[in-house]
């Protein structure tokens, strides 16, 4: 199988400078042919900002969207695609794509694996600093989307209180349903209190600043773009910022926009499935035992999440914001 990744600019991108080897066709951005392995794919961005991609009326958005995966399909060959970024908020968690008859390949939001990723994010944190979940505050903005609800399902039960922020009280309400342990809800961003923050959003901009951030706090920022920037990391050396979203990659990457050996979490996802040639969509909720098949896809092609880092650079007990906690 071929996939296809499918995003869009980054924020103050310039869609007129492009890269070297890049292209543009048919309104795209499109990378070279990347190769993981013997499994091939291809890069494909749509030309519109995080903020436009939030913004522009929906029914233009999830166009351009179509016409991105069907270009994939009829042109690069793709049998998959993987719902990057926004592109997954604006067509209901990758559900609306994979109903447009133009589109006949298969839909993956890449979300299952990046929500197993961030438990083991979690989990590293927790184990360097020397932290019980039973004695924390657990904070999670953007507690009811895809990515949102399946690591609250997993991690609420482990910490002694949960505080879970989303925009809509309909949909947080939903998500009381699916839960156990002690938990609240809010439209609040409540993070104040919280030791341990994760954000999951599809904010089109940063969300926490310092007075956001208790003293000592983890942010798990898995959003993209980031909800907490590097500005506010320099001004408060007390807290520690990890990366949510990235695993290392098996061979020498050729991935855009990625720090040196590493690759999205959400892409690894997808490139596993054409590994495995699984002919399925994944699309909408996440199904927890697809989740732990994708750890397990992990552990065999060596997609696997090794060292915490933040913006791309390692971190460890010796680093800023951790001697502080032993």
């Known amino acids: 199988m071929k996939f296809a990744i499918i995003g869009h600019l980054l924020p103050g991108q310039d869609p007129s400078r492009i890269p070297i080897g890049w292209k543009k066709d048919n309104g795209f951005i499109i990378t070279p042919e990347l190769d993981f392995v013997g499994t091939k794919g291809f890069g494909i961005s749509i030309l519109l900002s995080p903020k436009q991609m939030m913004q522009l009326p929906q029914n233009v958005v999830r166009d351009r969207i179509l016409n991105a995966c069907v270009f994939a399909q009829n042109k690069l060959d793709a049998d998959v695609v993987q719902l990057g970024g926004l592109t997954t908020s604006v067509t209901s968690g990758g559900v609306w794509v994979s109903e447009q008859k133009e589109f006949k390949g298969y839909v993956n939001h890449g979300d299952s694996y990046t929500a197993a990723v961030t438990c083991q994010v979690v989990q590293k944190a927790l184990m360097i600093l020397k932290r019980n979940p039973t004695d924390q505050i657990l904070s999670i903005v953007g507690a009811y989307g895809v990515i949102g609800e399946a690591i609250s399902k997993i991690l609420v039960p482990q910490f002694t209180h949960s505080i879970l922020i989303g925009r809509r009280e309909d949909k947080l309400r939903e998500l009381e349903e699916k839960l156990t342990g002690d938990y609240e809800t809010t439209i609040d961003l409540k993070t104040k209190d919280a030791d341990i923050i994760i954000t999951v959003t599809s904010h089109p901009t940063a969300l926490l600043n310092s007075e956001h951030l208790k003293k000592h706090a983890i942010i798990i920022d898995v959003s993209q773009p980031p909800n907490l920037t590097y500005n506010v990391c320099m001004q408060r050396p007390d807290v520690v910022r990890v990366d949510g979203g990235y695993v290392d990659s098996p061979t020498v990457s050729n991935a855009p926009l990625m720090p040196p050996g590493k690759i999205f979490a959400c892409i690894a996802e997808v490139i596993m499935q054409a590994m ?25 092609y060596g997609f696997t999440f090794n060292m915490l880092t933040n913006f791309g650079k390692m971190i460890n007990a010796k680093r800023r914001g951790f001697e502080n906690d032993e």
Request: proline letters at 0%.
């Open 276 to 300: 495995e040639n699984e002919r399925k969509n994944h699309v909408g909720s996440i199904d927890l035992n697809h989740l732990r098949n994708t750890e397990k896809w992990g552990e065999k």
